[in-house]
């Protein structure tokens, strides 16, 4: 297991912006993360907007030049939007698709009419976890709620029973798989292998969605005991189509960039030749921008043509899926800015000094900061980010698996105890009704298995790998 120690480290290629000491910069961490958590619950700001505050604030109490800050600030949203931006709206646009055609209802009618009984948990988690993949967060919860309260409703289930698998299908697949934004930024920042981080994120994905998803809705269907609200069974996308795609091939289509990652992954293990022709060729379809890309293509044949949909309704479904996503691309961009103002005034050196004679495994360090800045800002995606920039040094010197598992810890720790400073904590509360206190034994719960569990097989594969 990878150990923090003074050999691993060095700094970065370029001189912190200031010359602070460890005691200044370790408090204008804290003061600019409470300036981000201050205008986001207190004072209700965009999160794109408290990022780039936030980022200011963290270069003034680091006692930075106003200029250099914004050089930082700037340099980081522009190369994080550059790196992953695309990806986002080629994601964007085959959930969308996804969803319009009824291939994603395609997909749920099948796999339920399989389901029965006590499978039906574990039918839930898999439709999550699959249609999951190239869909945000927000966008999956809205699309799989009429699904599950439904479920709920015609087969007299527990909502909870049934929720709860489904809830954490989408939750693992957003906080360890690319293409999913946090993923893919921590990937990049810390210029790990998309398709290793992607084969191990699936190893530990699959066990900690069983425990965390059909294993643990048993006890929060006793803890909580909620029925469907009548009023917020909504119609699904599909009902007004005339026709919609196969099984078979929308599961394929949804599939295909992942199989195209993960056969570019295998390539590099078993050739690892970049001279060989073969490994270029999968190096090139395998990339994620042309992975992205080709189901994008294939899609637009294979879920919108087999809906009926004729060349303008394709259009205006990849129009429409581009708008929600400004927000998102923002965020994400801000929080890469906020990553390259903590890397350029020196708090990842400031953590390996601090910690260098610590006994902490570099996962484990991983995992407690990006602990740290989710339950201080409530994001996902900004506590990958942040925790990504702040452990980039650590990735130095590191062999290409330790780097995965490295960005593996850190979207682990992202998810723990979603609470009243997470919009996902709200979403599930109104959607399935429950109060408060409800939604902490249930929803909170959940996010917390998932990271714990999540950091225990990660570093499991540490000690085998």
Known sequence: MTR??????????????TSAGNAQLGIAVLAGIAVIVLLITKFKLHAFL????GSLALGAFAGAPLGATLDSFTTGLGKTVASVGVLIALGAILGK???DSGGADQIVDTILAKAKGRSMPWAMVLIASVIGLPLFFEVGIVLL????????????????????????GLSVMHGLIPPHPGPLVAIDALKANLGITLALGLLVAIPTVIIAGPLFSRYAARWVDVHAPENLIPQRPSEDLDKRPGFGVTVATVLLPVVLMLVKALVDIVVDDPENPVQKVTDVIGSPLIALLAAVLVGMFTLGRAAGFGKDRI?????????????????????????QTLIDVGVGQMILDLSKNWSIPALLLAWLIAVAIRLATGSATVATISAAGLVAPLAEGMSTTETALLVLAIGAGSLFFSHVNDAGF??????????????????????????VVGIVFVLLLSLVL
């Open 145 to 168: 709620i009429p699904v599950v309260l439904l479920v709920a409703k015609r087969g007299n289930y527990s909502l909870m029973r049934i929720g709860v698998p489904a809830l954490a």
């Open 4 to 17: 923090l120690s003074v050999e691993m480290l060095a700094a970065d290629a370029t001189e912190p912006i």
């Open 97 to 99: 698709l996804l969803a």
């Open 50 to 53: 408290a990022l780039t505050i």
């Open 426 to 451: 709200w979403l599930v509360k109104e959607y399935f009704g429950m109060n408060v206190g409800q939604t902490i034994k249930t929803w909170s719960v959940m996010e917390t298995i998932i990271s």
């Open 315 to 339: 259009a205006s479904t990849v129009e429409k899926s581009l708008a929600p996503i400004a927000g998102v691309l923002l965020i994400v961009g801000a929080g890469g800015g906020f990553k």
